[in-house]
């Protein structure tokens, strides 16, 4: 067993909890219908005590194991929520560390590290603080004396995952956060949507666009968010976005996390709201590229999953030439570390994100395709930022590309 213990026991043990709760209630339904109308005298008067002493004993017992396969079903999604964070935080160390080893100056792999490390630690911090919660309720189910811990949860310990649960204030929308660099992918997978808004913050068209669809309410103090649904607006009201959501970053403070929500994260909150958190945790970009611009979206790709060809990637060129927006998508599986060139002209080694969408930004006449990665300033398969890749890579590995031009 790791030291995050086993999520799905827990799973479990309230599953059979709430088996018990629902088979007391059923037997305090039943007591509570036998009536026996016909049936007098002593044993009758009996039967009406006892019924009116147990009934609401069923009650309450049917309630503290309701609540206790609550606080359990809570911990586990704690339990799997470190764990993850924990396991990216090793991960993000390892290929760090391979980095420092080929170059001991490497000044973002060491910091790399070092913002590695305090995640996994918050992750244990995070689990230590659940459990503890979590004694505190199961003892308070039971009718035991805690420590004077509150029942509710002031820190949101247990807060739903598929809930926003972070207040928005009104600094989301200040003048950083257009920039398409700052937007930074939390552990929710929506990347195939964050990509469709750093793809409308990559160009002046889009950027008017996303300035247009998403306003500040100061008597509501909220955001309203503009989506679409089958090419007509809707308004969504957003007050809480989620805490593990798009960030906005910044290159001087990285190392510490992203410092405040993202005009993405009142996406993620407005489009979860909408369509339910299954379609933003994992989804195909046309879906969210539709909800979010309401213009027609083009997709080209290929059957076998075999990279764009030459005559593809000049569809591409085309719709990015004329103000348009395009997203790629990396491959299914396997482990793929190319050579790319930075802005400067630098080259360096990056890994490409299976299963992963990716924002082209431009592309050059030999076919060589700029992008940016959702994950954001100082990730850990490339550093983020903008960065080239050669004809030959795109036409290996990036095998669908989802279009559309807010302009038309």
């Not at 030291?3 to 018990?20: I, N, T």
């Not at 009650?59 to 929520?81: C, F, H, I, M």
């Not at 996994?120 to 811990?149: I, K, M, P, Y």
């Not at 160009?203 to 309410?217: L, M, P």
Request: with cysteine.
């Amino acid at each position: 067993m790791s030291r995050f213990g086993d999520a799905a026991a827990v799973e479990a043990a309230a599953a059979a909890l709430r088996v018990g709760s629902q088979a007391a209630e059923r037997s305090r339904q039943e007591a509570a219908r036998a009536r026996p109308d016909t049936w007098t005298g002593a044993a009758a008067d009996a039967y009406g005590s006892a019924v009116a002493k147990t009934l609401p004993e069923s009650l309450r017992l049917a309630d503290t194991l309701e609540a206790a396969a609550g606080t359990l079903s809570r911990y586990a999604a704690v339990q799997r929520e470190a764990q993850s964070t924990y396991e990216q935080a090793q991960g993000d160390v390892d290929r760090a560390a391979r980095a420092l080893r080929s170059n001991p100056l490497d000044i973002p792999a060491a910091l790399c590290i070092a913002r590695a490390e305090f995640a996994a630690f918050g992750a244990l911090g995070r689990l230590q603080e659940a459990a503890s919660a979590a004694a505190e309720e199961l003892r308070s189910a039971v009718g035991e004396e805690g420590d004077g811990r509150p029942w509710w949860d002031p820190f949101g310990w247990f807060n739903d995952p598929e809930d926003p649960d972070e207040r928005v204030s009104d600094n989301i929308l200040d003048d950083d956060a257009f920039d398409p660099d700052d937007v930074a992918q939390g552990s929710i997978g929506d990347c195939f949507m964050l990509s469709s808004i750093v793809s409308l913050l990559d160009t002046d068209e889009g950027d008017a666009f996303i300035r247009e669809n998403v306003r500040w309410d100061p008597e509501k103090e909220g955001y309203w968010v503009t989506l679409y649904s089958n090419g007509e607006p809707e308004e969504v009201f957003v007050e809480y976005v989620f805490d593990n959501g798009a960030k906005q970053s910044d290159w001087d403070w990285w190392i510490f996390g992203a410092d405040k929500p993202s005009i993405a994260a009142l996406y993620e909150a407005a489009i979860r709201q909408e369509y339910g958190y299954d379609f933003i945790d994992g989804g195909v970009p046309a879906e969210a590229m539709e909800i979010i611009t309401g213009h027609p979206v083009d997709v080209i790709e290929n059957s076998n999953y075999s990279g764009l060809d030459s005559g593809q990637v000049d569809e591409l060129r085309e719709v990015l030439d004329d103000g348009g927006q395009v997203v790629i998508s990396s491959p299914r599986s396997g482990d793929h570390q190319i050579t790319v060139t930075d802005p400067d002209g630098n080259s360096r080694e990056v890994d490409v994100v299976t299963s992963h969408s990716y924002v082209i930004t431009r592309i050059d006449p030999d076919g060589s395709v700029w992008m940016r990665n959702p994950w954001g300033p100082g990730n850990s398969a490339d550093g983020g930022g903008e960065f080239r890749v050669s004809a030959e890579d795109v036409e290996d590995l990036f095998w669908r590309a989802t279009m559309t031009n807010v302009t038309e």
